[in-house]
């Protein structure tokens, strides 16, 4: 036989394989998001939160700001830093998304790609170790999963929602880089450099995603280090985490030290805080008590159903050898359900209390997020024998089908929500403040938030004595990121912007530096001026910290590139 025609074959193959695993990975999306043309969109809690940071961007984009860090229209313009504490990846998106259909269809085409690729990416897992058939299935059940179905009906974490689609890459990745899968001795560095890519992308996604996978990683790599009796994939291991680590350094850098300048406290208040919302768990708050009613029964179909494939994919293969990659993949993928399991009860509260940073996950049940991975796989896995091949199919798909019936019926439905947001940042209003975001010494409940409000307000010196007469104020630029007001006063007097003061912004009055001033209930920014004519410029600028995470990343991206070109010259 022809090599050539045989390798050209092969690759016909390849491709057809991918066309038809993206082509239902699409189609179980577009199933999925049929009801929004019928009802409008479905606003769960987290709807308002993302698609105004998406208006925000994209009129930040017309002003020139490629990469925002403060968000104009938050607080109903005054403002806060939320660009600089939420992952860049989402906001990023949409509104490039925006350039192609209407604002109202955004969210829509945001839930059609990111779930289009999150059944590509489960399909490149399963495909791995899977027939081709079981691969497809399990790319469809990824794309359609009842985590997702939750996030994308009741939640609207559109941003959880993209870090899920990265998770079966990842695992890939990390099986891979330990050697658990092979990949050949001259791909362990490129094995090192695709975990380094995927890891830093779920960062880059959502913060608590970002956590829930390091901690999943690290018992792998743990795991299969023990089993192995090896040193070596805790190694390879640590090494693509740091590398992954560097890459998002221009988000994890200025997120971890600004924290201190912001109420980031805020995000554990009350029905916030794990203990609160472990399975089941039931608080004085009916709302909270329901949702976390239908998050816990939907972990446990997923629990449940995966355990149950699990079993039968473990008898099925009782006769193979123990050291088989199927034995091992079976072995590591039980564990982390089992460990995700383990995480959503009340039993692993003192995890939750001790581990770094594990508190500011909120929610337990957001370990579904490992389980849905699982899930697919596992129920794909048991499709391998054609003896009970439609009976696993169709039940799984019935059980999809009535959890997404079940979303539809008992979400909140609103046509309005975003040509809403969209008239209230055209008419000057913006929208409401995170209180996690507020910087501190704020009360951003004590702003005022009916408007439009004046940009510029001249106050007089202390309070209590009239405005000078005669004053004038005039705006020559107002953009997200720099403000130039003209004043003329015949009196010393206070300039209130509409603007919280951060420690990124620096104001100038003539020629002089000076430092703010604030009012005692709220941190609106309270500019000194004297008598006579005088310019005030305000400019957000860029904070050492901010550099240091951007220099982070660049060498990290540069080191990645020089690691692939010399394992490339090296192979060949």
């Known amino acids: ?216 990683v690290v018992l792998l790599f743990g795991w299969i280090g023990f089993s192995e009796r090896s040193w070596k994939p805790l190694a390879y291991g640590a090494t693509g985490m740091a590398l992954g680590f560097g890459l998002a350094g221009l988000y994890l850098v200025p997120a971890a030290y600004e924290q201190r300048w912001v109420n980031i406290g805020q995000v554990l208040s009350a029905g916030l805080l794990p203990s609160q919302n472990f399975l089941y768990t039931v608080i004085d708050d009916p709302e909270h008590n329901l949702f976390n009613w239908i998050a816990s029964t939907n972990a446990i179909i997923l629990i449940v159903a995966t355990g149950i494939a699990a079993l039968v994919v473990h008898r099925r293969g009782a006769g193979e ?33 001790v581990l770094p940073k594990l508190r500011f996950v909120q929610f337990p049940w957001r370990w579904m997020s490992i389980l849905a991975v699982t899930f697919a796989w596992f129920l794909a896995a048991a499709t391998t024998k054609p003896r009970y091949r439609w009976i696993w199919m169709s039940t799984t798909i019935a059980v999809l089908a009535a959890t997404g019936i079940f979303f539809v019926r008992n979400t909140w439905w609103d046509a309005d929500d975003v040509p809403s947001l969209e008239f209230t940042i055209e008419h000057g209003r913006g929208f409401e403040g995170t209180d996690e975001y507020d910087p501190v010494g704020d009360d951003h409940y004590n702003l005022p938030t009916k408007g439009p409000q004046p940009q510029a307000v001249i106050l007089p010196v202390r309070d209590g004595l009239p405005v000078p007469d005669g004053t004038r104020v005039f705006v020559e630029r107002w953009t997200a990121e720099e403000r130039i007001i003209r004043v003329e006063s015949p009196e010393p007097a206070r300039l209130a912007l509409r603007l919280l003061n951060y420690p990124a912004w620096q104001i100038r009055v003539n020629d002089s530096f000076i430092r703010p001033e604030s009012p005692t209930d709220t941190n609106q920014m309270m500019v000194p001026i004297p008598h006579g004519q005088s310019t005030i410029r305000v400019r957000f600028t860029r904070t050492l910290d901010r550099t240091v995470g951007l220099l982070l990343s660049l060498l990290s991206a540069l080191l990645s590139v020089t690691l692939l070109a010399v394992t490339h010259f090296h192979f060949y």
């Open 321 to 353: 050898d123990l050291i088989s990659e199927d034995a091992k993949m079976w072995r590591v993928l039980l564990l982390l359900a089992a460990a995700a399991t383990l995480m959503m009860l009340k039993s692993t509260a003192i995890l939750w209390d």
């Open 1 to 216: 036989m022809n090599p050539t025609a045989t390798t050209t074959n092969r690759r016909q193959s390849g491709s057809r394989e991918w066309l038809l695993a993206g082509a239902l990975s699409l189609t179980a999306s577009l199933i999925i998001i049929a009801p929004f043309f019928h009802w409008g969109s479905a606003s769960g809690h987290d709807f308002e939160f993302h698609v105004s940071s998406w208006l925000d961007v994209a009129g930040q984009w017309k002003e020139g700001i490629l990469f925002p860090r403060w968000t104009a229209w938050a607080n109903h313009g005054f403002g806060e830093p939320r660009f600089i504490f939420y992952p860049p990846l989402s906001w990023m998106l949409a509104p490039v998304l925006s350039f192609f259909v209407p604002w109202a269809y955004v969210p829509v085409l945001f839930i059609v790609l990111v779930q289009t690729f999150a059944g590509i990416s489960a399909f490149v897992l399963a495909r791995r170790l899977l027939p081709y058939h079981a691969a497809i299935f399990a790319a469809v059940i990824y794309a359609a999963n009842p985590n997702a179905l939750l996030i994308i009906y009741m939640r609207s974490d559109f941003a959880e929602l993209l870090a899920n689609a990265f998770f079966p890459l990842l695992l890939l990745a990390a099986l891979r880089l330990t050697g658990l899968l092979e990949t050949g001795k001259a791909s362990r560095t490129r094995a090192i450099v695709g975990f380094a890519v995927t890891f830093a992308a779920v960062w880059l996604s959502n913060a608590p995603a970002g956590v829930i996978m390091t901690y999943s």
